[in-house]
């Protein structure tokens, strides 16, 4: 492993790594660093999880000059989220050298953000439809930029900001450095980066270092009207510490999330409909250990970096099998074990074979637990945590009360009185939730092999070669407003 003293990096960077605890560079981070700070273009095809943020923002703030109060930095995220965590970290990285970052998103009062633009930040963190907003109205001006970053920028595209990122680029001079990260390689990324990037190096994470070997993955199947119910009982066997749950559609995400309150959980959920204030709400609680169980969507849930997340349940096994491995990514982190739990009707095993080819791993059955399993789970947890009192507390108070107590009652019925007292009883309230239709094997096959073909054609011998069969966000578009003007 290389470690980052020995990437050149100065000594105020490598103070605040010290201080967040990073010692040894990460694949990405070993291969971006030392080209981004010779100034090349980069393109990294990395997944979430694989420490791109620092890859391309310790390059960044070392170009920073923190006399000059101009913008001299843009990071283009597709998701608030991600764009509130990128500046975090980035803040965290360029604190000691005096960086400032700014995070500018959709969902903020416009007024609000260009007061915090007056403080002059050196980097900011933005999604791509804010961003040209406030180019176009000269709150951000970008002729001062020299370093210009697209995060997962495959998703930004599925997300329909193309368009977009192609006019702030085009706004931004064209000496700058360019530095690009994308799971995957479609064309239209590719075009970005064939006529907007100045010879990019290349730097590509192999599958194998792509796979989570911290995680204990697993597969239940089930019929989809007993899911929830093997849901709480795997959560009231285990008691997780936190533990996000994925479902494929919004309408899911909310019945599951109050199907969990209603049964005693603390519980909400997360999705792209919320207003970003409410997410941002949600997400804080379930940082600070207020919720134990988050509900999301894929898209809500992209670029999540919550320390301590010891289990995800894919209620709904996503149709995309590399969204399995951006799920599962979202615990066994920082070295620690965590558990997948992966809920399989029977007409999805087939699709259970694809992941597994996917993730080079394979998934272990697990029976649902039954309700008498839960019951006996809770009372289990109960007992353990009498034990921690025992070995940890001092009695002394309460021992002539326990004395009394066993004068008049048998040993067993006071502790057993104790552990019903103490257990806290679920909530067996009826719940329902909307049903979907299962998975499509041959629909993610077809993704899947979309994906690898994009791949090869960029890294491979083909590379600019071939058309590519997607169609992308500018022909719906142009499609659109033909369908528009034919209706005038």
């Known amino acids: 492993m290389t470690k980052f003293n020995e990437l050149g990096i100065s000594t105020p960077i490598l103070k605040a790594l010290e201080r967040v605890g ?109 961003l040209l907003d406030h180019i176009r109205r000269r709150t951000i001006r970008t002729q001062d930029v020299q370093v210009a970053v697209l995060d997962e920028a495959d998703e930004m595209l599925n997300m329909g900001f193309i368009d977009d990122i192609r006019d702030i680029l085009k706004s931004i001079p064209e000496e700058r450095q360019t530095l690009l990260f994308s799971a995957t390689m479609p064309k239209e990324i590719r075009d ?65 999330a109050e199907g969990l309150q209603a049964r005693g959980f603390r519980s909400e959920g997360i999705h792209g409909d919320l207003t970003q204030g409410k997410r941002m709400s949600v997400l804080n609680k379930f940082k600070n250990g207020r919720i134990d169980v988050l509900v999301a969507t894929d898209v809500a849930a992209r670029g999540l970096d919550i320390s301590g997340v010891t289990h995800v349940y894919n209620f709904d096994i996503p149709q995309d099998p590399e969204s399995y491995v951006h799920r599962i990514g979202r615990t066994g982190r920082a070295g620690r074990t965590g558990e997948a739990i992966s809920f399989i009707t029977p007409r999805e095993t087939a699709h259970l074979k694809l992941i597994e080819q996917l993730t080079k791993s394979k998934m272990k059955r697990m029976a649902p637990p039954t309700q008498q399993e839960a019951v006996r789970g809770k009372q289990q ?39 019903k007292m103490l257990t806290k009883e679920r909530n067996s309230v009826p719940v329902r939730i909307s049903s979907i239709a299962p998975v499509s094997v041959k629909k993610a096959e077809n993704m899947h092999d979309k994906k690898r073909r994009n791949n090869k054609r960029f890294y491979g011998k083909g590379r600019g070669k071939g058309k590519g069969r997607y169609k992308g966000t500018r022909n719906r578009k142009d499609n659109f407003k033909k369908r528009r003007n034919r209706g005038k």
């Open 192 to 256: 970005i980066a064939t006529n907007m990037m100045k010879q990019p190096k290349e730097v590509k994470i192999k599958a194998k270092e792509l796979t989570v070997e911290n995680i204990d993955q697993y597969f239940i199947e089930i019929p989809e009207r007993h899911k929830f119910d093997t849901l709480t009982n795997h959560l009231d066997i285990h008691d997780p510490d936190l533990a996000i749950v994925f479902s494929r559609t919004k309408k899911r995400v909310d019945e599951i």
């Open 22 to 130: 990073f010692e040894e560079a990460t694949p990405i981070q070993a291969e971006t660093i030392p080209s981004a700070m010779e100034g090349n273009d980069v393109i990294g095809q990395a997944q979430t999880g694989t420490g791109k943020t620092a890859a391309f923002g310790i390059p960044m703030i070392e170009k920073m000059n923190t006399k000059d109060k101009s913008i001299q930095g843009l990071v283009i995220a597709p998701t608030r989220e991600l764009a509130i965590q990128v500046a975090e970290e980035l803040n965290r990285l360029g604190k000691i050298k005096g960086v400032r970052v700014l995070p500018i998103f959709g969902g903020q009062h416009m007024g609000r953000q260009i007061r915090a633009l007056k403080n002059r930040p050196q980097i900011v963190v933005a999604t791509p439809g804010r």
């Open 381 to 419: 947890a109960t007992a353990e945590k009498i034990v921690q009192h025992i070995q940890k507390d001092d009695l002394t108070s309460y021992r002539e009360t326990a004395v009394e107590l066993l004068e008049e009652h048998d040993s067993v019925t006071v502790i057993a009185a104790s552990l």
